[in-house]
């Protein structure tokens, strides 16, 4: 049997701890979202308050993430349409995670 024992101290949990919903995982979202909306994913996350909202704008958001205008809009609109996340210019929500993985797969 595997030992679960951590290899190394617990780490605290920072302040400004972010985190994502293991139905992410569990419920296959993962598997059906590109590198480029699972990086805007991250991101949003790790920039959102406690309410979900992010005030990163496009702009530093794409200069983060190195994508481009329309590799950009293109990652926006899968978590859009996925569920995943709310945007109205300029902000953006991480919204609570469907029960079940929305849209067909998509290739990156």
Same mark, same amino acid.
């Given at each position: ?9 617990? #780490?605290?949990? %920072?302040?400004?701890?972010?985190? !994502?919903?293991? #139905?992410? /995982?569990?419920?296959?979202? !993962?598997?059906?979202?590109?590198? &480029?909306?699972?990086?805007? *994913? $991250?991101? /949003?996350?790790? +920039? ?7 005030? *990163?704008?496009?702009? /530093?958001?794409?200069? !983060? $993430?190195? $994508? ?7 990652? #926006? ?14 902000? *953006?929500?991480?919204?609570? !995670? %469907? +029960?079940? %993985?929305?849209?067909? &797969?998509?290739? +990156?």
């Amino acid at each position: 049997m595997i030992s679960r024992e951590p290899l190394a101290p617990p #780490r605290p949990v %920072p302040r400004g701890f972010g985190w !994502i919903d293991h #139905r992410f /995982l569990r419920d296959g979202h !993962i598997r059906l979202r590109t590198h &480029r909306e699972l990086s805007l *994913y $991250l991101l /949003l996350v790790l +920039a959102a308050d406690s309410r979900g909202v992010s005030f *990163y704008g496009d702009r /530093l958001a794409r200069r !983060i $993430l190195g $994508l481009g205008q329309e590799e950009f809009e293109q990652a #926006r609109d899968g978590l859009v349409s996925a569920g995943l996340v709310a945007w109205g210019r300029p902000l *953006y929500q991480v919204l609570e !995670i %469907p +029960a079940g %993985p929305e849209g067909g &797969r998509h290739e +990156a």
